[in-house]
C-alpha cells in the first residue's frame, strides 16, 4: 500500500513512508474491513477511518512539526491511526494526545494502539487517547507544535488557535458539504498564515447528539 502510494506521487517523504510501514493500518480496521485499500471505511457511530492517502498528506503536512520531543494534538482521533503515527515521530521526549467524542471509539483506538508499534508510547505515557469534545482541545499538553483535525468544522475553533504553539501547524478540514483542507501556520508574532491544500470530504465536526442521530 505504501509503494502503491509512493508509485503514485502522494507519498515523497521518507519519514512518512517508514512511519505508515511500521503503524500496520490492519490493526486499526474492524475486523472483515480490507486493510490496505485507498478509500475511507465505515468504523461506526456515523465515523470512518480516513483513507491512506489522507493520513499520508497530513503527516507530511505536519513533518516539519513532528520531530522528536514536539507536541502533537490530533482532534477526532476515531481509530487512532494517526495518533499513534505522531506518537511514533514525536518520541518518547515528546506528546501525542488524541482527542474523540465517542467513548466507544476511544475504547477501541486504545485496543488497536495495544497491538500497534505504538503500543509501548501509549504504556510510558507519551501517547494517550481522550473522551472529550474536541472543538475545546485539550488545554493539559498545550501549546501544540501540530495540531490535526480529522472532522470537518464549520469554521477554525478558536481554542484551538490559542493552542497552537507560535511556529506550530495545524491542518483542518473547513466546509460543510464542499470542503478545504486547511493549513494553519501561527507565526512568531501570533499572526496566521491560512492555504488551502486540495478539497476534501470528511464527517463533521459536531455535538455527540447530531453525529450518533446522522446529523
Ligand atoms: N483520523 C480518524 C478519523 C475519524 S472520522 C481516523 O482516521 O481514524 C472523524 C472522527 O471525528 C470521528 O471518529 C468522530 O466521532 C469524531 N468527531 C466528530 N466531532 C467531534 C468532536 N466535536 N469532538 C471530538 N471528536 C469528534
Redesign the pocket.
Known amino acids: 500500500m505504501v509503494e502503491h502510494l509512493q508509485h503514485y506521487g502522494v507519498i515523497t517523504s521518507k519519514k512518512v513512508s517508514e512511519v505508515m510501514e511500521t503503524i500496520d493500518r490492519a490493526c486499526?480496521v474492524p475486523d472483515g474491513t480490507p486493510p490496505y485499500v485507498d478509500s475511507?471505511m465505515a468504523?461506526g457511530?456515523?465515523?470512518?477511518?480516513?483513507a491512506p492517502h489522507?493520513?499520508a498528506t497530513c503527516l507530511q503536512l505536519l513533518e516539519e512539526n513532528l520531530k522528536p520531543g514536539m507536541h502533537a494534538l490530533?482532534?477526532?482521533?476515531?481509530?487512532?491511526?494517526?495518533?499513534a503515527c505522531f506518537a511514533l515521530m514525536v518520541g518518547p521526549q515528546g506528546r501525542a494526545v488524541g482527542?474523540?467524542?465517542?467513548p466507544e471509539?476511544v475504547a477501541s483506538?486504545i485496543q488497536n494502539i495495544e497491538k500497534s508499534a505504538a503500543a509501548p508510547l501509549l504504556k510510558e505515557g507519551s501517547l494517550s487517547v481522550h473522551v472529550?469534545?474536541?472543538?475545546k482541545g485539550w488545554p493539559e499538553f498545550a501549546p501544540y507544535d501540530a495540531i490535526?483535525v480529522?472532522?470537518a468544522a464549520p469554521e477554525i475553533p478558536q481554542a484551538l488557535i490559542d493552542q497552537l504553539k507560535p511556529g506550530g501547524r495545524m491542518v483542518i478540514p473547513v466546509g460543510n458539504i464542499f470542503q478545504d483542507l486547511k493549513v494553519v501556520d501561527k507565526n512568531q508574532d501570533g499572526s496566521l498564515s491560512v492555504w488551502s491544500e486540495t478539497s476534501v470530504r470528511?464527517?463533521?465536526?459536531?455535538?455527540?447528539d447530531a453525529?450518533l442521530r446522522g446529523w
Do not use: K
Open positions: 486499526f475511507p468504523i457511530y456515523n465515523a470512518t477511518i480516513s489522507m493520513h490530533d482532534i477526532g482521533s476515531g481509530t487512532g491511526y494517526l495518533t482527542v474523540e467524542h465517542i471509539l483506538s472529550g469534545d474536541g472543538r490535526h480529522g472532522a470528511y464527517v463533521p465536526l459536531t455535538s455527540r453525529q
